[in-house]
């Protein structure tokens, strides 16, 4: 079983709609990740948590919410899709810092969102 | 800036032939991680192979290895003996931490092609 899941995997919606992308971690880790990949753009950060009381904005977080339900849970709304948030959803996990290796972040399989 | 630089955004190699995947960054942080992640076409994101700041010696990973080069900051992908798996998109990333809060910035990639 694949230590990050990402539900769903695939969603297309309209304007305006409210919507939520969850991601689910078996792997003890307590910081997790959202991501957005647009092509050409590499991957940019929405959102990140290092536990379930601290939500920090990343780079882009405009339009943007989250919530941390649990150590395991890291859920990402958009709360009036618009067609510019078309792209790739990537949750990620790592391990709390403690230098080297354990800094390493390990990728959902992605969420492809179409808003039309 | 803190930024991470790829310059080739395709690359060409033979099976069997080692190549060389650039990646630059810049930063004034003392303390930083480099990592590279490899993308199928399937999407997933997968880790690689990391590189401390502070590491003494170029991180090796089975056929990866990171030609870390502190004083050019450069931190370049060596993958050798080439697979036609390793066709796929490769992203360099760094990550920093600047009082408490946390930054991961990734590159616009590199399409490897492996042929037969």
């Known amino acids: 079983d694949a230590d990050v899941t990402q539900t769903p995997r695939n969603r297309i919606t309209k304007t305006g709609k409210r919507i939520m992308l969850e991601c689910s971690q078996t792997?003890?880790?307590?910081?997790m990740y959202w991501y957005r990949q647009d092509p050409g753009l590499g991957l940019r950060l929405i959102y990140y948590s290092f536990d379930v009381k601290d939500i920090n904005k990343g780079e882009i977080s405009d339009g943007y919410s989250v919530s941390r339900q649990a150590q395991a849970k890291f859920s990402l709304s958009l709360e009036s899709a618009i067609p510019n948030q078309t792209a790739l959803y990537f949750c990620?996990?790592?391990?709390?810092?403690?230098?080297?290796?354990?800094?390493?972040?390990?990728f959902g399989p992605g969420t492809r969102l179409l808003v039309l | 800036a803190q930024k991470i630089t790829q310059t080739q955004p395709g690359m060409f190699v033979q099976e069997k032939e080692a190549v060389t995947l650039d990646c630059t960054y810049d930063?004034?942080?003392?303390?930083?991680?480099l990592f590279w992640y490899k993308q199928p076409s399937s999407g997933e994101m997968i880790f690689l192979i990391y590189q401390g700041s502070y590491d003494q010696q170029n991180a090796t990973e089975g056929r990866y290895s990171l030609n870390f080069q502190k004083a050019r900051k450069s931190a370049n992908l060596v993958i050798s003996a080439s697979q036609l798996g390793d066709s796929a998109m490769y992203f360099c990333?760094?990550?920093?931490?600047?009082?408490?809060?946390?930054?991961?910035?990734f590159g616009k990639g590199t399409k490897l092609t492996v042929n037969p």
């Open positions: 990620a996990t790592s391990d709390l810092g403690g230098g080297g290796n354990q800094e390493t972040q390990y």
């Open positions: 990333a760094m990550r920093l931490t600047q009082g408490g809060s946390e930054k991961l910035v």
């Open positions: 930063t004034s942080d003392p303390s930083y991680g």
């Open positions: 792997k003890g880790h307590d910081r």
